[in-house]
């Protein structure tokens, strides 16, 4: 260290040298030091030389002053030279020039009293230190309370604060500070308000133990320990106060220019009141106790005012008006016993007179006899072994028992009001942690020191051990924590003194004793003292001049102490006489004072296991039990007890001048309580280690200038670091390296910023010369050319005079006329050149210009014709789009009503089915009779078989077509899919034409011309396809039409023959009474069934004959063998024992009907009838299948229609965003403009050409499944006519039943086969029932998606067609389906839902639909019941989800646009002037909703402020980081590392990530949201308006509140950051929201630290230009105001004082903190909705199926 001092001691560096005034002074070394001199030149800032003395051997050389970078630091220890004159300088600069009152000094927070009110201390301050780290803002008591209550929260540990200085410095103002910091940032968790009683608590205490010194207005006289509990939530829920040393000689005795307690004089300015007349109080001139000062008043201070305070918080704490009257009479009562006059009645004795006026008020108040109070204060008594005596006193002693009977009786009343504090402080329950706040005395030396600054001063020393023992701790977890080898280091240990003071045999004991001896004397106990330790301990000296005083070398200073009056004081005599008196008081209060069991002042309950104070000695005199020394000396071992159990943080108070001025700095009375505060000894220890540290970045982002490129070329910065500090210092015992941060010993810090402006210097050296370099070789360069041209026109004359004569004028005359023929020539013969070349160029030229100007005309009419021919395609495509559109709603609501009369249809055709399988059971019944008669048909067995075998083939061929139609169905899809394929390449390249668009906006406008002219000619091309799809469509809607009609009469025919068929269940009812006979008739038959069987071969026989000639016409005249040629192997397979084929059954079936004629000719004409019933009820199927298929193929298209249009919607998510691009070039080029909008109208062409593509594609397939259908049914009506065949020939041929029994069982195969069918047409049925339903779904989400599509067109300039509407605009929504409605479409409703973002406020329509439904039917229940319900589940669901900025977004739009509702369709005039005529007829009727409107107006207003809330959470943690410490502008570094040794607990390791961009990203995502939830405009600009109002609050509240942060650099960088927030403004279109109006101030505070700051001039711009800041904010700038480096001009407190001179005259108040919570009124502007309420759809995703649309 001392080989770097030699080094640094060279010419121009700066030392400290001893000063007698200022203590020490600056001066600059004139010559380099050389070792061994015995003389430093110097010259001082005066200018004056100076030969410093050096001493040669011991080499003491003055310290080195830190460079001008490093002053004015936030923590003293980061200052690189640590010593006395550093600190002074540094807090001197702080506290005068920049006006801070608070520097850290490591652990330390130094407050020195700026004897000023400062605006430093409000609401709006905790809440800017609340959360903030220890070392991120400036220094203040309020960053000391924040790290104590969060290492609390951290680590659930004790903690406590010591504040400690001398009288005046300010210990009570910051306790009282540090308690309301707790109370702010942690209310109570009950209803008592706890937090408030403990703040109460101060003003309470104040008055009756604070008192006006000649030092302070408001000295505590008396130490206090404030212990304020915490829950487990770290909330306030108690408190418990403990006292120490009360200065009682006060009530009896004040020096002069001081007072006695406030609250006697606060009585006094209160004795007119009505209530303390029985008081007989006065003016306090007139009482004794309270008038040796002789100034009973402050000056600023109203005494009544500050007694109507006192007796408020005496009520908040509880304590009632009966007990504060019996204080006051106490207090009064002690008023009126100083005045109580004692008379000398010789030298022995003394008396009062028994009617003393004041005796009697005294004896009065305090309800004793004054004849005993009388004698007690002339007589004592006096216990002997035998017997009791009672001897007089004298007048001296007298008033000593007097005043010693006032002190006790105040001490014991200050005991029982603080008593009572804790009582109602205290809480039930068991504590969690606590934090305690220690306001005690500092270290004490006057004039004359007596017992009580020998306690307060040995109080200071247990203190300043338990400091020591806790700095070394701190330091050796911090060298530990960074695998730093642990070196002892050497202190100052002060416990030798505290066994001087406390331990066996010390001076309190020796006290104590001596007070014990009755004949004790201070004589005596001086004497043992001297005895016992004079020339023994060093710290125990006898002063020479005075012989009754005696000297301690305390670890501050020196400090002399008068004995007289030790042993007085500490034995705090009262006479037992006087006690018994008092404890005869009918005053239960003063009576209680008296009790053998004296109350403590305060028991402090903690944790930690201690010992209740209790006295050292029991005395042999029962009129006092302890001395006040060994209390005392027990309460503070129990204090020391509690902080070392606790995490300590200390606050020392530093008083700045003992005149009481504003920011004036004494530096001799500060060095004095800094060395006895302890702050110069902790610089001592932390100069012995590494006080500067810093962090491996900020020493790379410092010292960077220094670093080589091969340093730099390493990827590892902490690698860098170890390297370049090898080669910058030598020593490595210099510096050390940690884990997170490099340590460097005092003086490297400033050795390191000489290099670095060493480096700068000579960088700015070589700059400077090669600039000075180049203007003078441009002098140089300009002055040789002229001197050039000067010589050559001299020259040129001096030649001419030489060789100028006659022959030579002679010569030249003749050369001149041979030269003008001859040039002459020349020229002509060029001219003639020119010419002939000239006339040649015209004529070519003008033909050229000829033909350009003909292709110029013919290109003009071609021009024409082609745009004439584009203008009409325009508008015919235009007219063709409108007109498509108009069809696909008429298609859609054509549609839904013929499905609704399907739906009917297929009801009744239900009907007719479950008839008909109810007369074919009966008819099966029937069948089953007959079942013997069929065992006679044996042959027709075989028959049937083959008919069954033709069955199964027909049915596997149906099978087989089934599945060629799936495999048309799949090749179908996969058409489609690639279709789709397409469509999404398609529409992926107009997307990327779109951005390209957008990209290159101001680029070439030809390109985009000819890109448009492409799209136009493709388009152009797929023109007429899309008009004959069209065509199509249309065609296929007249086919509908004509296929409704139909239906509707086939519908009048079956109710025809529903009527027959009833009529035919009748006669089958009277035929069935047949039967029996029939029975009969079978008996009979089975009789003749031999003669029969013969007759059966012979009808046979006929039947092949006849049969063969039925198939020869049906095949047209072919040949058996013809016949069996032309069939294949597998029809010949098929052929039967006869040898028939399956087309003979066929001629079979037609013979038979030749049969019908003869059998049962009674039943012909009903045979005709079922026939034509069956035929009937077969085309009645066929033609509802054939609709079924139809609207099965409609809807398959429809379907997909409807997923090409769901894609189109998720990809039309991002058109917000387009058109917001499109609204801000509309300004710059609206030809792009419109040529965007006509690409958007071609896309959408384009999706409606893909769209009839897959119509008529899915038109094709349904056509082909049609055809399968209809086969299918054709064979299905053959097996139902067979099957009816073959029961009227059993019905025949019923005498040959018998022998046909065989073919039963092949009937009841055929009846499985037919049930099987049936059963598969009931499949079908559900399926189309199915299909049907997800038509209705998918029409719904297509007209809502069409709804949509309509109102893009709109946005985009097109006019929508006026569609005349059938419903009325309202939901039909019943009393049983209201809670649905609320569940589905409030409380479960998502607001990310697809359908959600694409038609905003959705929701608050079908709401308004439902409350005009209710007004309509002129419900009052039903819509008081809807309008409460709905308040209720908006409510819900906003305080469920209190924290989601998506569902406060998406309710406060749709409740704001309920609003607008309410108001729109109210029927008052002012709200239907937008309206349109359909609107105005869809008014309320019924009804007044204005009260509703108010409550919902509320509701609205109670969302936008969770919605702000939320938003500001969100974004306040991104404001710091991103707008000030982030570095925007990168190359231009504005941060100052100045190794601030942080609080472990505090130190972030890591830097934050939050950026600006990060804001905008965030800002961003809020607009973007609240602009697809559909969020007014006007409400969207009053929310950003609200957060950027937030944004430049906090930013330039923590500028206020970081001095780091105001330079020059900050300032540009904040700028920069304001430029993009105002970029963001312009981009989003929101400039007329005001929000760039609330960064101004913090635009003008950027724009301050940049400019110049000098002159006058500078200061008059400043004044005018920062009108949005206060004097206050712009004079704190200017004050923290920090040059980053050496070249930056620190600014000059003249400058300041300019400035705040011409800012005196406004009255903008004194607040330098801007309020970040407040709030701007929100306002709901009407914005009528041009939306008609008939045209809206309800999404089937919002599942509201019971809601019926009217």
């Known amino acids: 260290m001392e080989n770097m001092t030699l080094f640094t001691l060279l010419q121009y560096n700066s030392v400290w040298i001893p000063d007698p005034d200022e203590v020490w002074q600056s001066a600059e070394i004139t010559k380099d030091y050389k070792s061994g001199s015995d003389v430093l030149f110097l010259q001082l800032e005066d200018g004056t030389e100076l030969e410093y003395p050096v001493d040669p051997v011991k080499t003491l050389l003055p310290p080195l002053r830190n460079p001008d970078i490093l002053v004015g630091e936030n923590d003293l ?120 009683k403990v703040l109460a608590s101060n003003p309470i205490t104040e008055a009756i133990g604070n008192a006006k010194t000649t030092r302070n207005d408001n000295s505590s006289r008396f130490g206090k320990y404030t212990e304020i509990s915490f829950d487990n939530r770290y909330r306030i829920i108690g408190a418990n106060m403990r006292t120490y040393l009360l200065e009682k000689s006060r009530v009896v005795f004040q020096a002069e220019n001081e007072r006695n307690y406030h609250i006697f004089y606060q009585l006094c300015a209160s004795a007119d009141r009505p209530e303390f007349k029985h008081l007989k109080l006065d003016a306090a001139e007139n009482f004794n106790y309270v008038n040796f000062g002789g100034n009973s008043v402050i000056d600023g201070v109203d005494d009544r005012a500050d007694f109507t305070e006192t007796q408020k918080t005496l009520l908040l704490l509880g304590l009632n008006e009966d007990f504060q009257m019996d204080i006051f009479t106490v207090l009064a009562g002690v008023l009126h016993l100083g005045n109580v006059e004692i008379r000398a009645v010789g030298d022995e004795k003394s008396s009062v007179k028994h009617d003393d006026n004041h005796l009697k008020i005294f004896s009065r108040l305090l309800e004793i006899k004054p004849e005993e109070m009388a004698h007690g204060l002339c007589h004592r008594k006096i216990a002997t072994t035998s017997d009791t005596v009672i001897k007089p006193m004298t007048k001296f002693q007298a008033i000593n028992a007097r005043d010693a009977l006032a002190k006790h009786i105040y001490a014991h009343l200050f005991s029982c009001i603080v008593d009572n504090i804790n009582l109602t402080l205290q809480f039930s329950g068991k504590k969690h942690t606590f934090i305690g706040v220690l306001d005690i005395y500092g270290f004490e030396t006057f004039d004359v020191n007596s017992f009580e600054q020998f306690c307060i001063n040995y109080a200071n020393e247990k203190l300043q051990q338990q400091f020591n023992l806790h700095v070394f701790k701190l330091e050796q977890d911090e060298y530990m924590k960074e695998d730093i080898p642990w070196a002892l280091i050497e202190f100052n240990d002060n416990q030798p003194c505290i066994d001087l003071i406390e331990a066996k045999m010390g001076i309190l004991q020796l006290l104590d004793e001596e007070c014990l001896l009755p004949q004790g004397t201070e004589e005596n106990w001086l004497q043992k003292l001297v005895n016992n330790y004079e020339n023994k301990n060093p710290l125990f000296e006898k002063p020479r001049m005075l012989s009754k005083a005696f000297i301690i070398l305390h670890f501050a200073d020196k400090v002399q102490y008068e004995c007289e009056g030790f042993l007085e004081k500490n034995r705090d005599t009262l006479y037992e006489e006087l006690i018994n008196v008092l404890k005869k008081s009918k005053l239960h209060l003063l009576a209680n004072f008296f009790q053998e069991n004296e109350p403590s002042t305060g028991n402090l309950k903690a944790h930690i296991k201690v010992r209740p104070a209790r006295p050292g000695f029991k005395s042999f005199n029962k009129q006092h039990r302890t001395t006040v020394g060994s209390k005392f000396r027990n309460s503070l071992h129990l204090l020391m007890e509690t902080l070392n159990a606790t995490t300590p943080h200390y606050v020392r108070c530093i008083k700045p001048n003992d005149s009481k001025l504003p920011f004036e700095y004494d530096s001799k009375r500060v060095v004095q309580q800094l060395r006895a505060c302890g702050v110069l000894e902790t610089i001592r220890i932390s100069a012995q280690s590494y006080p500067s540290r810093w962090t491996y970045f900020e020493f790379f982002s410092r010292y960077r200038i220094l670093m080589s490129e091969q340093e730099l070329a390493i990827s590892d910065k902490k690698q860098i670091c170890k390297e370049v500090l090898k080669h910058l210092i030598q020593d490595p015992n210099q510096y050390e390296f940690g884990k997170t941060k490099i340590f460097f010993r005092a003086g490297q810090v400033a050795y390191l910023e000489k290099l670095r402006a060493d480096k700068l210097r000579t960088a700015s050296v070589t700059i400077q010369k090669n600039l000075r370099c180049w203007i003078q070789r441009k002098k140089f360069l300009e002055m040789k050319r002229a001197a050039i041209i000067i010589q050559q026109y001299v020259r040129g004359q001096r030649t001419i005079r030489h060789v100028l004569n006659a022959t030579t004028l002679k010569q030249a005359w003749a050369a001149v006329i041979i030269q003008k023929h001859w040039r002459r020539v020349l020229v002509w013969r060029l001219y003639q050149l020119i010419l002939v070349a000239t006339i040649t160029i015209q004529s070519h030229a003008r033909g050229w210009q000829a033909r350009r100007q003909y292709k110029k005309m013919l290109k003009d009419q071609k021009a024409l014709v082609i745009q004439k021919h584009v203008r009409a395609w325009l508008v015919r495509r235009r007219y063709q789009s409108i007109r498509r559109f108009v069809l696909n709603i008429q298609l859609s609501f054509r549609v839904k009503q013929l499905h609704k009369k399907l739906d009917e249809q297929s009801k009744e055709n239900k009907g007719l089915l479950e008839r008909l399988t109810h007369l074919s059971t009966i008819h099966s019944a029937d069948v089953s009779k007959y079942h013997k008669l069929e065992d006679e048909l044996q042959k027709t067995v075989k028959q049937r078989k083959i008919i069954e075998e033709q069955v199964k083939k027909s049915k596997g061929q149906t099978e087989q077509t089934l599945s060629d139609f799936r495999k048309q169905t799949l090749s179908l899809q996969a058409q489609n899919q690639k279709l789709e394929k397409q469509h999404q390449e398609q529409t992926q390249e107009m997307k990327g034409k779109m951005e390209e668009i957008t990209q290159q906006h101001l680029g070439d406008l030809e390109r985009e011309e000819r890109q448009r ?22 065609d296929e809607v007249t086919h509908l039409q004509k296929e409704r009609i139909q239906l509707q009469d086939q519908v009048q025919e079956e109710c025809l023959v529903n009527d027959g068929l009833r009529k035919d269940v009748a006669e089958l009812a009277n035929e069935a009474l047949v039967i029996p006979k029939l029975r009969g008739d079978i008996a009979t038959l089975e009789m003749k069934s031999q003669d029969l069987e013969m007759c059966l071969q012979k009808q046979r026989k006929e039947m092949r004959e006849k049969v063969e000639e039925i198939t020869k016409q049906l095949l047209g005249g072919l040949e058996g063998e013809e016949l069996r040629k032309r069939l294949s192997p597998e029809d010949m397979e098929q052929l039967n024992e006869d040898g028939e084929l399956w087309l003979a059954y066929e001629g079979l079936k037609r013979a038979t009907r030749v049969m019908e004629t003869h059998i049962q000719s009674q039943k012909e004409s009903y045979e005709k009838e079922i026939d034509e019933l069956s035929l009937r009820i077969d085309q009645l199927c066929e033609d509802t299948t054939h609709l079924h298929q139809k609207f099965q193929a409609e809807n398959s298209t429809n379907e997909n229609v409807r997923q090409e249009l769901t894609r189109l919607a998720k990809e039309n998510l991002v058109i917000p965003e387009f058109k917001l691009q499109i609204l801000e070039l509309q300004k710059q080029k609206q030809d792009i403009e419109s040529h965007l909008k006509g690409q958007v109208v071609e896309m959408k062409d384009k999706m409606e050409e893909v769209t009839d593509q897959l119509q008529g594609n899915l038109e094709e397939e349904g056509v082909q499944r049609r055809l399968l259908e209809t086969q299918k049914a054709n064979c299905a009506k053959e097996n139902v006519e067979l099957l009816s065949k ?101 409380l479960d409703l998502k607001p990310r839902g697809v359908v959600v973002n694409m038609i905003p406020v959705l929701p608050a329509n079908i709401l308004f639909m439902c409350v005009r439904y209710a007004d309509d039917i002129n419900d009052a229940e039903m819509l008081k019941s809807l309008m409460n319900s709905l308040l209720g589940g908006i409510k819900k669901v906003t305080k469920n989800h209190n924290e989601d900025f998506e569902i406060l977004s998406f309710w406060l739009s749709n409740s704001v646009h309920f609003l607008n509702c309410l108001k729109q369709y109210s029927g008052e005039e002012e709200f239907m002037k937008h309206n349109t005529p359909q609107q ?88 973007t949201t609240m602009c697809q939830h559909g969020m007014d405009t006007d409400l969207s600009k009053q929310s950003v308006k609200q957060l950027f109002f937030l944004i430049g609050a906090i930013t330039l509240n923590n500028l206020f509140l970081r001095k780091d942060m105001c330079s020059c650099r900050k300032g540009m960088q904040i700028r920069c950051n304001i430029s993009y927030l105002e970029e963001w403004l312009k981009e989003k279109n929101m400039q007329s929201s005001n929000a760039k109006e609330t960064l101004e101030p913090l635009s003008q505070a950027a724009w301050l630290l940049q400019v110049n700051k000098t002159t006058d001039d500078d200061a008059k711009e400043i004044c005018e230009r920062c009108s949005s800041l206060s004097a206050v904010q712009i004079i704190k700038i200017l004050n923290s105001y920090t040059p980053i480096d050496d070249f930056e001009k620190r600014l000059a407190p003249s400058f300041v004082r300019k400035v705040q001179s011409q800012l005196n005259s406004r009255g903008d108040g004194s607040t330098l903190i801007i309020d970040a919570k407040y709030h701007f009124q929100v306002t709901f502007p009407f914005t009528p909705s041009p939306q008609a309420l008939e045209a809206i759809q309800i999404p089937s995703s919002f599942k509201l199926n019971f809601l019926t649309r009217i």
């Open 77 to 196: 220890t980061a200052l690189s030279y640590l010593h006395e004159p550093a600190v002074l300088h540094n807090l001197k600069v702080r506290f005068v020039d920049s006006k801070l009152i608070y520097t850290y000094c490591g652990i330390i927070l130094v407050a020195i009293n700026p004897y000023k009110e400062i605006p430093i201390y409000g609401d709006a301050i905790i809440r800017a230190y609340s959360g903030q780290n220890m070392g991120d803002m400036d220094p203040h008591i309020f960053a000391v309370a924040e790290e104590a209550y969060k290492q609390m929260a951290r680590k659930n540990r004790n903690q406590s604060i010591i504040v400690s200085g001398e009288s005046g410095a300010g210990k009570t103002v910051s306790a009282r500070y540090a308690m309301r910091y707790f109370a702010t940032v942690s209310k109570s968790s009950s209803k008592a308000c706890v937090e408030d």
């Open 1013 to 1034: 002219r492409k799209l136009e000619n493709n388009f152009q091309s797929q023109k007429e396809n899309y008009e004959k799809q069209i065509k199509a469509l249309i």
């Open 1286 to 1386: 073959v029961r009227k020939l059993e019905s025949e041929n019923h005498l040959l039943l018998n022998r046909t029994q065989t073919d039963s069982a092949d009937s009841n195969r055929m009846q499985q086969e037919a049930s099987q069918l049936t059963v598969e047409n009931w499949d079908l049925v559900e399926r189309l029932e199915q299909k049907e339903n997800q038509i209705r779904k998918l029409q719904s989400q297509i007209k809502s998606l069409t709804k949509a599509i309509g109102k893009g067109n709109q946005t985009n300039g097109k006019v929508s067609p006026v569609v005349k509407k059938e419903y009325l605009g309202m939901l039909e929504c019943k009393s049983e389906d209201e809670e649905k409605l609320i569940k589905n479409l409030v």
């Open 1480 to 1567: 105005n007829n869809q008014c309320l009727r019924n009804f007044d909703l204005s009260e509703y409107r108010q409550i919902l107006s509320d509701l609205a207003i109670h969302i936008y402020q969770q919605l702000i809330q939320v938003m500001e959470d969100d974004l306040q943690p991104m404001i710091v980081p991103g707008m000030l410490e982030h570095e925007s502008l990168q190359g231009i570094s504005s941060m100052k590392p100045t190794g601030l040794r942080k609080r472990s607990s505090s130190y972030r390791e890591e830097i934050s990530k939050y950026t600006i961009s990060s804001i905008l990203q965030q800002l961003s995502y809020y607009f």
